[in-house]
């Protein structure tokens, strides 16, 4: 079976699939993009990633060039097709293409649209889960509007490869003063030694993470004690568990900070509970 692609109103070989060299998104990073899990043939939380990617467009004034229920038909479409039961579907909305020149291009080319999805294998992230992660600690060397999910991802990506060559799956951004922002591509979280669950309040400095407003709703309905602010990378070394949220992840334990094992340096009982309760707080779209 050949995989199959979204791009700008039509459906295409992945292979095949191809957007303009003058596509703004691929000059400029002018663009912003969503995923979104698929567990057992389920879009997760599809609603709030579409609110989230609705914001995002218009931070960054680009619109949506069709309506939320046509892109969910062409979302459940590609994961349909390629035949995905656990995995990831990608969204991804440019300003469009126009001769290069920073300014807004007049009139508003159409916006360029692309959607994938691929399988993950399940099993592969609970044994992931089940032996915890390392993560290293980097300058948060981003932009200021780091709550807009730009294809713009540079610093992460550099973060995330420094991550890799030290052994670790994940890098925490830390800021000028010392606290940690968040990962690479996920929002970090500590649980002190009494119990409280810390994660950085989502006014500045990370992206509202969707992974991290369900947890936060699904911590609450478990009567945890949750703190939103901020915490230095100290405080998180010497926290009895530290774990990491995103879609692609769900709940995935940090066992290692630096050359710091976290708690006993194996996953905990918070984060291993909240990652088994997660999808009961989800919401489930059936493809
Ligand atoms: N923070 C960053 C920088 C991310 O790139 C992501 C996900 O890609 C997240 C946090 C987690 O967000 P979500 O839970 O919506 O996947």
Same mark, same amino acid.
């Given at each position: 079976m050949s995989r199959l692609a979204y791009v700008n109103g039509r459906y295409v070989r992945h292979a095949d699939a191809a957007v303009h060299i003058e596509d703004r998104g691929y000059q400029f990073g002018d663009g912003v993009y969503e995923v979104c899990e698929i567990r057992d043939r389920a879009i997760i939380d599809l609603d709030l990633h579409l609110d989230r990617l609705d914001r995002s467009l218009s931070e960054l004034r680009i619109?949506?060039?069709?309506s939320r229920a046509a892109l969910t038909a062409v979302l459940r479409e590609v994961a349909r097709e390629n035949r995905v039961r656990d995995g990831l579907v990608y969204i991804q909305v440019t300003r469009g293409v126009a001769r290069?020149?920073?300014?807004?291009p007049v009139p508003a080319p159409r916006p360029a649209l692309v959607v994938t999805a691929r399988s993950l294998d399940r099993r592969k992230g609970e044994a992931a889960a089940n032996e915890g992660i390392a993560v290293i600690t980097r300058p948060d %060397? !981003?932009?200021?509007?780091?709550d807009i999910k730009t294809t713009g991802l540079l610093p992460n990506v550099l973060a995330k490869q420094a991550a890799r060559e030290a052994g670790a799956r994940e890098a925490w951004l830390v800021d000028r003063d010392g606290y940690v922002t968040e990962g690479g591509s996920t929002n970090a979280w500590i649980v002190t030694a009494d119990g409280a669950l810390v994660t950085r309040p989502a %006014? !500045?400095?990370?992206l509202r993470g969707i992974t991290r407003t369900v947890l936060l709703k699904a911590a609450e309905a478990a009567g945890l004690r949750v703190e939103e602010r901020p915490f230095t990378v100290a405080e998180a070394k010497a926290a009895r568990e530290a774990f990491v949220t995103a879609a692609s992840t769900i709940v995935m334990p940090v066992v290692r900070i630096d050359d710091a094992p976290v708690g006993a340096g194996r996953p905990g009982p918070f984060a291993l509970s909240l990652r088994g309760g997660f999808h009961e707080h989800a919401q489930h779209t059936p493809i």
């Open positions: 619109v949506m060039p069709m290069r020149d920073h300014y807004f %060397e !981003r932009w200021a509007r780091v %006014e !500045r400095g990370i």
